[in-house]
């Protein structure tokens, strides 16, 4: 057995009659049909919209509450060439959302500016200082992108001021709304958008369309990346934001993207969701992470290619800086949640450290769900100014954004999503919010809830994954949240190899089959999982399908990302030299080693092994209790029915056989009954034998061992076959006829030959199908006796 490392969660949409109906109506492979329907997609017009976007346009964007109020003020302001301030956010999204708001308006002749807060000296959103020097300038309108929601107060400044304050955002908005000139935003109260899940530069995108009049083609890419970037839901109009912006990307002419992904190495036609999500995003963002952000729109607005490529290297080497950071903090973390927050006391996790970079933190957190899967918040404190700046992560089941919000007390500033937030407390604050949040935790999540979850969308064979199924695939694309890139599980699958790859053997490649059908496979960063998968086994296997093309041959082939074993499992370290040469290679957990001679069980393999027994006999056998479910079995037995007792009772995930015997039987000659009845022959001719004096010289004449005379004379003395006088051996006159098995030593021989003919020298599969009939028969006879309990 081997367990899978998540829950694997299959989608339950299935429909044999839709999928045949869109394979049939669409011309489709099942796998896609069968991904569809998983998608809540089940006709053909909505899978035609989907796949190849008929029909499909952007909303109105007046239908969003305010928006004509909101482009009134703007088209007057840029009349009247009033001063506009965009004011937008540190990250990726917010970047974009300025991005796109400033090129818009800069198109329209309007007289404008950015602004984005410095997130270590103003932190996040609006604020009373920026917006006083805003005022001070000479800005009358103030324009958030990606932010806004929550500056109840920042909005009243505005107002006491005289500058106008357009909030355009798509966070969660709270209990009281911001008294503003407008907020646009798509599930504010009273909004009948009828697609709430834009991201920050979605909503910016919006008022962009409504200034322009048209949709803004050029503008999508930067919607595209944002999108993708904040981890909205990639359906409805998001999907056609991030699939029409990765088309323009992929032909882009904006300066400072080309600069980038020069930087990169990155050619623009190979752009999709993966560039942005693992390449585009994570420069952009750490930027706003380490210091000011104004040089990441700065490169997206530049057309001088002299300033776009010094920026672009900065971006380069403030992202660097920043993988190393977030490692280090990393490691300090995970050492503080082991050696002061025991998980069986923590559902939630909070941590934090003066000297974090607030900046990074929220990656931190993401890396410690991963680790730990608990709902995660990573702090900075300043102990000078008392205060506490983090990020904050959550798994399913734990809403973030709900749970935080029963602690506003203690929470001047925070705001996010149900899976991710930020804040802003007290250092004094800090333990009480760990307290309540636990409390919260233990009652809302349960064990199980603490086990991460992998949601496969179905279960399909390698007959129905070939090259023409996978690339068809390509069409669900770009992926995402609500869209995520398919998982599958491949059942009971063979393997025709296994191997261990890479130059620290940290991955693993495999050679999948079911008939005539055959899959490879590549495991990044399973390598560990060899030594726990046996010849035999049967694999589960769950991944995401790809295309591996070299010198112009393309194959499919999954990316393994866990594996299951559903049945026990026989690992064969026969033939071992030293027994205590291989017990750094069997698992200690929930294992017990099995000793049948104290000879084996030294002083030395005590102190190595840490659950042993010794059974030496019958009775010891039966009295054997077992609740671990990995046995290893050290050395010989001295009989099979030891062996075949210890197993009666006992329901294992895996037995290590190693079977040390120091000497064997198997290679000593074991005579068969023509060497005892040549023998005997022999000693009736000669009447006489001088056993000590000749009985080599008679080996050697036919070619038998010394060993080979001495066993078969004990055989015969028995059975009284024989008697000794003065050195001479002769045969008994008047025995009584009897089988050489009455003869004890016979009998011993024997069954120690066929003993470690089948427990030694059998082959892997000869000795699993042995156990695999004892384990049987032991499930058969616990079954038998339970139906009469």
Known sequence: MLRS?????????QSEAIVAE???QLNITPLVASLLVNRGIRTVAEAQEFLFDHNQEFHDPYLLLHMETAVERIRTAINKEEQILIFGDYDCDGVTSTTVMMKALEDLGANVQFYIPNRFTEGYGPNEAAFRYAASIGINL???????????????IAKELGVDLIITDHHEPGPELPDAYAIIHPKIPGSTYPFHELAGVGVSFKVAHAL????PEHLLQFAAIGTIADLVSLT????????RGIKKLRQTSNVGL????????????????ETIGFMIAPRINAVGRLDSADPAVELLLTDDEEMAGPLALEMEDINKERQSIVNKITEEAVEQVESQFPLEENRVIIVGKEGWNPGVVGIVASRLVEKFYRPTIVLGFDEEKGIAKGSARSIAGFDLYKNLSTCRDILPHFGGHPMAAGMTLQLENVNELRQRLNRLAFEQLQEEDLIPLTSVDGSFTLGELNLEAIQEMQQLAPFGVDNVKPKVVLNNTEMESIRKIGANQNHLKILLKQGEDKLDGIGFGIGDLYEHISPSAKLDILGQLSINEWNNIKKAQIFIQDIMVKTWQLFDYRGALQVEKIVDKIPKKDSIWIFFQQDTLNAEMEKQVPNYLLVETMEQAAAFSCKEKVMVLADFPKNIDIVKQLLSNVELERIYAVFYKQQSDYFSTMPTREHFKWFYGFLAKQGKFHYEKYRNELAKRQGWSNETIVFMTKVFFELNFVTMENGFISLNKNTDRKDLTESPSFQQKQAQFTLEKDLIYSSYEQLKNWFDRILKKSVHNEEEVKKWI
Not at 236 to 243: H, Q, S
């Open 22 to 24: 869109l394979v049939q």
């Open 258 to 273: 080309k600069a980038l992904l020069k930087q990169m190495n990155v050619e623009a036609n190979a752009i999709d969701e």
């Open 212 to 215: 322009y009049g048209e949709v």
């Open 5 to 13: 490392k998540t829950r694997w969660i299959t989608q339950n949409n």
């Open 236 to 243: 409805g109009e998001n999907r056609l934001i991030a699939k």
């Open 142 to 156: 103030i324009i958030t992108v990606d932010t806004g929601i929550a500056a109840v107060h920042e909005a009243n």
